[in-house]
C-alpha cells in the first residue's frame, strides 16, 4: 500500500521562465517587421519567395528551440507523459509528444490561454489557430492583400514538420485550413 | 437516432458514432492561467462540479418530491446541456476500438466504489476504471478521490483489462467529462456505480444511455443455462419456464453485451437497436 | 444518525453490508496533492444519500461498533 499523505507540489503547467525566453527570442511582432521591411517594392511572386524563406527559417529556428527549452524545463506533466510512453512502447509517442513541443512554441508566442488541440490520438495530431497575432500583424502592416497570401503558414508548417522530423516520427504534415477562407488556421500530423 | 451522435458524432466516421470520433478524445495538455486567476476549490473539474449538480437535485427526494421528479424530467430534456455528464454504454467489441485509438489508456480506482462501497483501490491489481486520454497525466493531483497515479497500458493491455472485467461481470460505459470530452470506459457493476443507479433507480437517463445495440436471443441455440441472467444488471433477462429457455426483454436491455460475451452457446447476438423500429428512439 | 461516525472508511462495515447500498463515504477536504490521512479523526464523513432505499434491515445498526446508525419509519397510521 503506498502512502502519500505528505502533499506534493508539482507543477502541471508550462514554466513560465520558459515561455518568457521562448517569447523574447521568437517575438511575432519582429519577424512580421523583418518580413514587412523585406518586401518593400517587390513584386507578388517576389513577395511569396521573400515570406518562404523568413517564415521558413523563423519556424524552423522557433520549434527547435520550443523542443530544446521543452526538455530543459519539463513538469509533472512532461514527467508522467515520459512514463506512460515507456511503458506503453515508444511509437506510442506520437501524438502526445510532438503536441507537448507545439502547445509550447504557440502558447509562448501567442496570446492564447489554450491551444485548441482537435484531435490527438495513435493516428492524428490536429491543431488549430483561430485568433492568430502573426496574421493580425502582417494584416497592420503589409495590408490585407499581403496577409490573405498567409506567407506565415511556412512556419507553421515548416515547424511542425521539423519536430516531426526530429523526434524521429514518420509523419505527413498538411494544412486542412486558413484563416481568409475558413476563419482559421488547421494542421495536420499524419502517422505516415 | 441517438441524440449525443446527432450533436457529437460524424456521419463520415464510424456510423456516427459519437465515442468513435476522434474529436470527442482530444483535448489540449496545458492552460496559460491569467496572473489573476484563481484556481476553484476543484479546479475546473468538470467530475466534480457534476457531483455537486446531482447532489443538490438529489435533495430533493427528501425535501420535495414533485420537485424533484420535475427537475429530473427538465434534465433529462435538456440532454447534454444539462446538469449531468453523457455517458453511454458499449458492448466490449466498441470498448477495443476506443482503446486502440485513444492515448493514453490507463487503469485508475474507481470513484464511485470508493464512495459507495469504500471499496479502496490502492495499485494495479486492485484498479478496476479505465482513464483514457490527457487527463491521465494529472491524475495523482487529487490521490483523495483517485487514489493518487494510474497504471498506464499498452492498447493490447488494455484490451485484456477490459476481457478481464467483462468476464467478471461489468457493463462498460463511455464516460464524458465536460461537454463531449471522452475520459475514460468504466467498469460498472449496479448499485455502487453512479450512473447506473442514477438511470435505473431515479431516471436519470443522462449519464447511462442505453448503448446502439440490443440482444437478440436464438431460441434454437439457447439451453436456458440462465448464465445469462446471472450476469444481465439491467433486469431484461429471466428465465421463461414455459418454453424452458431464456427470454430477453429488448425494451429494457441496455446493450452491453454481457449476456452475448457470457453465452456458452452462443445463443445471443447483439444486433444494431436503429434497425428495430420501436427500439431506434428508445436511449 | 445520532453521533457522527468518526471512522467510516476505517470500520466501512455498514458501507458493504447493506443490501440496498444506501450509505456513502467521503473525505470532508480534499487537497491537492495529498492523500487524506484515514487516522485522522472526522477526516471522512459517512453519509446515507440513498436512504429512500432504505428496507428497514437493521443490518447496518447491528454491526455498527459506534451505534452512530439510526433508523425512523413513519408509524402505521391506524
Known amino acids: 500500500m503506498k502512502e502519500i499523505y505528505e502533499a506534493k507540489n508539482y507543477s502541471y503547467e508550462l514554466n513560465p521562465d520558459m515561455l518568457k525566453l521562448l517569447r523574447e527570442e521568437f517575438d511575432v511582432d519582429k519577424v512580421t517587421s523583418k518580413f514587412t521591411e523585406a518586401i518593400k517594392g517587390k513584386s507578388a511572386g517576389e513577395i511569396e519567395a521573400e515570406g518562404k524563406a523568413i517564415f521558413e527559417e523563423y519556424g524552423r529556428n522557433w520549434i527547435r528551440q520550443s523542443q530544446k527549452l521543452g526538455e530543459e524545463y519539463p513538469d509533472r506533466t512532461y514527467e508522467v507523459l515520459l512514463e506512460a510512453i515507456d511503458k506503453t512502447g515508444g511509437y506510442l509517442r506520437f501524438a502526445l509528444a510532438p503536441q507537448r513541443f507545439l502547445e509550447i512554441a504557440y502558447l509562448s508566442t501567442q496570446e492564447i490561454s489554450i491551444l485548441p488541440i482537435i484531435e490527438n490520438n495513435v493516428n492524428r495530431l490536429v491543431y488549430r489557430m483561430v485568433d492568430c497575432d502573426t496574421y493580425k500583424n502582417l494584416k497592420e502592416k503589409c495590408g490585407e492583400e499581403v496577409a490573405n497570401l498567409l506567407p506565415c503558414r511556412h512556419a507553421c508548417l515548416t515547424a511542425c514538420e521539423t519536430l516531426h522530423r526530429d523526434l524521429g516520427i514518420d509523419a505527413l504534415v498538411q494544412m486542412e485550413a486558413q484563416i481568409p477562407k475558413d476563419g482559421y488556421c488547421q494542421f495536420a500530423a499524419r502517422r505516415a | 437516432m441517438c441524440w449525443v451522435c446527432e450533436a457529437y458524432g460524424d456521419p463520415e466516421v464510424e456510423n456516427g458514432r459519437w465515442y468513435l470520433n476522434p474529436k470527442n478524445h482530444s483535448r489540449n495538455m496545458y492552460k496559460i492561467k491569467k496572473p489573476d486567476q484563481k484556481a476553484a476549490a476543484y479546479g475546473s473539474d468538470p467530475e466534480a462540479q457534476s457531483g455537486r449538480n446531482i447532489g443538490e437535485i438529489m435533495q430533493f427526494r427528501f425535501t420535495d418530491p414533485d420537485k424533484f421528479n420535475q427537475l429530473i424530467k427538465e434534465a433529462n430534456a435538456m440532454k447534454g446541456s444539462g446538469p449531468f455528464q453523457i455517458g453511454q454504454v458499449i458492448p466490449i467489441q466498441e470498448a477495443y476500438k476506443v482503446v486502440e485509438m485513444s492515448y493514453p489508456v490507463a487503469s485508475m480506482s474507481c470513484i464511485c466504489r470508493i464512495h459507495n462501497r469504500a471499496q479502496e483501490e490502492r495499485n494495479e491489481h486492485e484498479y478496476s476504471c479505465t482513464g483514457l486520454g490527457v487527463g491521465m497525466l494529472k491524475w495523482e493531483r487529487w490521490p483523495e478521490r483517485y487514489k493518487g497515479g494510474v497504471n498506464f497500458m499498452a492498447p493490447d493491455e488494455a484490451k485484456e483489462w477490459l476481457v478481464k472485467w467483462n468476464k467478471k461481470g461489468m457493463v462498460h460505459i463511455i464516460m464524458t467529462f465536460g461537454g463531449s470530452y471522452v475520459g475514460g470506459v468504466c467498469n460498472c457493476d449496479y448499485p455502487d456505480c453512479g450512473m447506473i443507479r442514477n438511470r435505473v433507480d431515479y431516471g436519470i437517463e443522462t449519464g447511462c444511455l442505453k448503448s446502439h445495440w440490443v440482444a437478440k436471443i436464438d431460441y434454437d441455440l439457447c439451453t436456458g443455462c440462465g448464465v445469462c441472467v446471472q450476469r444481465c444488471q439491467f433486469g431484461a433477462i429471466k428465465f421463461e419456464v414455459t418454453l424452458d429457455k431464456t427470454n430477453i426483454d429488448q425494451l429494457k436491455c441496455f446493450g452491453c453485451g454481457l449476456c452475448e460475451t457470457g453465452c456458452p452457446t452462443n445463443a445471443i447476438e447483439l444486433i444494431d437497436r436503429e434497425s428495430l423500429p420501436g427500439l431506434r428512439e428508445v436511449w | ?78
Open chain 3, 1 to 78: 444518525m445520532t453521533a457522527p461516525c468518526t471512522v467510516p472508511f476505517d470500520c466501512k462495515k455498514c458501507l458493504q453490508a447493506c443490501p440496498q447500498a444506501v450509505f456513502l463515504v467521503t473525505a470532508v477536504k480534499v487537497e491537492r496533492g495529498k492523500e487524506t490521512d484515514p487516522k485522522e479523526p472526522g477526516a471522512y464523513r459517512l453519509f446515507a444519500p440513498h436512504r429512500d432505499k432504505c428496507t428497514g434491515c437493521n443490518d447496518c445498526i447491528e454491526l455498527c461498533p459506534e451505534d452512530a446508525i439510526t433508523i425512523n419509519f413513519p408509524p402505521l397510521e391506524a
